[in-house]
């Protein structure tokens, strides 16, 4: 629910300085950089928040010939209206743009930032507030996460919660968290929403002249920044709130975990599965470098399992959850494909977005938190529902 202006109770405290626009701080344990001035969101009269999750729009995937030809103008319309139809039917209090708006490669500069109109318009037509991670083709020759990311803040500000916490070098900004409150009046949020920037600079030509040279295309979440951007913020929430609420995870592409995970089949699409696509690669060898974020992000869990799900996009026609000791019981979850753009699987032919259902009875269960999932597809159906939570696929712990 998008409820009314939020006036800080923290003034004084941590954190009720309002960041300016775009600000990026190194300091990250004086100032709870998520208690911006923005609308306070809550949980509705109901204690429920639904966020939908769409992943690789690939808005702009026009340019070319052979195979890419028949892909256009029409492309993007047929996404939006995916777009209207699951917003419809599911009434969503959030939309997240899990990364892939556009198809960097083939927009031009002049006008790269009007697939983000196009991308976001169904949304911001039902008014509802959303926020972005990006993906390796939102960074190209024409155009990078951080101009999208300025773009929306200046034009979508009353509704985008998107900041850029972290950066500019080395180029992955857009990491940030988003509170939501059971009620207005709150001290401490019901739930984190954290946002994660897997970064890849130079998708598409490989050449430049993209912000940083080929050989860092970088797949995965900067492991010297961000983690002590993460172990920053939650302890500074801890020490402001007493304990860290539950979390929910957003970033673009999966950790590599997810190689250990697909092959237990659990229920969604695995045309897709996500080995070698996964963050830590470079030139398709394995550095091991995304383990750093996926630690501090383990460690918003407290060990009680409060980190809900980590999703992501990226391989198109994946669309399951499921963790096991190889995620440290963290629920990884993919979130299929909601775009028109971009390749498309035998099973993902029906595009979808995924639901995170979160209820305040969930969060507060007596054995741990919980919330429930699913994918909503454009042919009015929805599918896969489960519960994550304690008893997920807890015999694989
Ligand atoms: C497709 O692109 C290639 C390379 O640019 C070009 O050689 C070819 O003529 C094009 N084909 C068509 C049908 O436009
Ligand atoms: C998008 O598709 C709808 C329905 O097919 C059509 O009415 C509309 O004109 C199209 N819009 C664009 C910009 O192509
Ligand atoms: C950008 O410009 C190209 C070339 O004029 C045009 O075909 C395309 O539709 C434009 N895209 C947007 C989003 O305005
Ligand atoms: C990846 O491969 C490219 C092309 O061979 C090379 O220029 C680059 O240095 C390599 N990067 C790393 C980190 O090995
Ligand atoms: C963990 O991953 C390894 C390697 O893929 C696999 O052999 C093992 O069965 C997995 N364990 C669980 C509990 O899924
Ligand atoms: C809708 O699409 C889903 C996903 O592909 C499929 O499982 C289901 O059978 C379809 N239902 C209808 C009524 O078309």
């Known amino acids: 629910m998008y409820a009314s202006l939020f006036v800080s109770a923290l003034a004084g405290l941590a954190a009720a300085v309002p960041a300016p626009t775009g600000s990026r701080r190194s300091d990250w344990t004086s100032e709870l950089l998520g208690l911006v001035s923005k609308k306070k969101l809550t949980f509705d009269r109901t204690g429920s928040f639904k966020v939908v999750s769409f992943s690789d729009m690939h808005f702009g995937e026009r340019w070319g010939n052979g195979s890419w030809a028949v892909w256009g103008p029409s492309n993007d319309n047929m996404t939006q209206q995916v777009h209207s139809i699951i917003l419809d039917q599911e009434k969503p209090d959030y939309v997240v743009f899990n990364g892939d708006l556009m198809t960097g490669e ?43 990311i300025e773009y929306e803040q200046k034009h979508y500000g009353d509704l985008s919660y998107t900041r850029m916490d972290v950066g500019p070098e080395p180029w992955g900004v857009g990491n940030y968290w988003v509170p939501v409150y059971a009620n207005e009046g709150d001290w401490a949020p019901a739930v984190i929403m954290w946002f994660f920037d897997s970064r890849s600079f130079t998708s598409g030509t490989g050449n430049g002249p993209g912000p940083v040279a080929p050989s860092a295309n970088y797949y995965w979440i900067d492991e010297n ?46 045309d897709d599965e996500p080995d070698p696509s996964t963050q830590g690669t470079i030139n ?114």
């Open 225 to 270: 920044t961000v983690p002590a951007y993460i172990d920053g913020q939650s302890g500074l929430m801890r020490k402001t709130w007493g304990s860290l609420p539950p979390s929910l995870v957003f970033v673009h592409i999966p950790f590599q975990r997810s190689d250990q995970l697909y092959q237990l089949g659990t229920p969604g699409d695995h």
């Open 284 to 397: 398709n060898t394995y550095t091991g470098l995304d383990a750093p974020a996926f630690t501090s992000i383990f460690g918003l869990g407290d060990g009680q399992n409060k980190v809900l799900a980590i999703t992501s996009g990226h391989d198109h026609g994946e669309s399951w959850c499921a963790r096991s000791s190889n995620s440290s019981g963290i629920p990884l979850c993919f979130d299929g494909h909601s775009g028109y753009g971009g390749y498309v699987t035998p099973n993902s032919q029906v595009r979808n977005g995924r639901v995170f259902n979160l209820k305040l009875s969930d969060l507060r269960s007596n054995s741990g938190p919980k919330v429930q999932t699913w994918n909503s597809y454009e042919n009015k159906t929805i599918n896969d529902q489960v519960t994550l939570g304690p008893d997920f696929m807890k015999n694989y712990l």
């Open 106 to 148: 083939n927009v031009f500069a002049n006008n790269a930032t009007g697939y983000l109109d196009q991308c976001f318009a169904p949304t911001v037509k039902r008014r509802i507030p959303f926020s972005c991670t990006h993906g390796n083709h939102d960074n190209a020759n024409n155009i990078n996460h951080q101009e999208e």
